[in-house]
Nanobody, 122 residues
Framework: QVQLVESGGGLVQAGGSLRLSCAAS????????MGWYRQAPGKQRELVAV???????NYADSVKGRSAVSRDSAKNTVYLQMNSLKPDDTAVYYC????????????????WGRGTQVTVSS
């Protein structure tokens, strides 16, 4: 019923930039927060950045100062601008819609995209 589709990943050189986009579609009444997580090979999935309905943001220390998360609530879309990319940023990036309700009376749940690969070459 709910789908999240990411776009914008790819191969980029160290020091470069990229912008990830994610659109949530389907039966959506409200979303508390949207954001991005990533998982590198052999590592656990980790938070990159999230933004809530009040535009409050939370960033991983590793991306602070060189990343910006933004959201278009009317379109249920979230973006991640990443600059000064490093090889350590290489991972699969997952979009998340957190605390999503499909109806006004429904329970909240977390939904995830399938992920988009970001590879930063040195």
């Amino acid at each position: 019923q709910v789908q999240l589709v990411e776009s914008g990943g790819g191969l980029v050189q160290a020091g470069g930039s990229l912008r990830l986009s994610c659109a949530a579609s389907g039966r959506i009444f409200s979303i508390n927060a949207m954001g991005w997580y990533r998982q590198a090979p052999g590592k656990q999935r980790e938070l990159v950045a999230v933004i809530d309905r009040g535009s409050g943001t939370n960033y991983a220390d590793s991306v602070k100062g060189r990343s910006a998360v933004s959201r278009d609530s009317a379109k249920n879309t979230v973006y991640l601008q990443m600059n000064s990319l490093k090889p350590d940023d290489t991972a699969v990036y997952y979009c998340a819609a957190l605390g999503l309700r499909t109806t006004a009376w429904g329970t909240r749940g977390d939904y995830w995209g399938r992920g988009t690969q970001v590879t930063v070459s040195s």
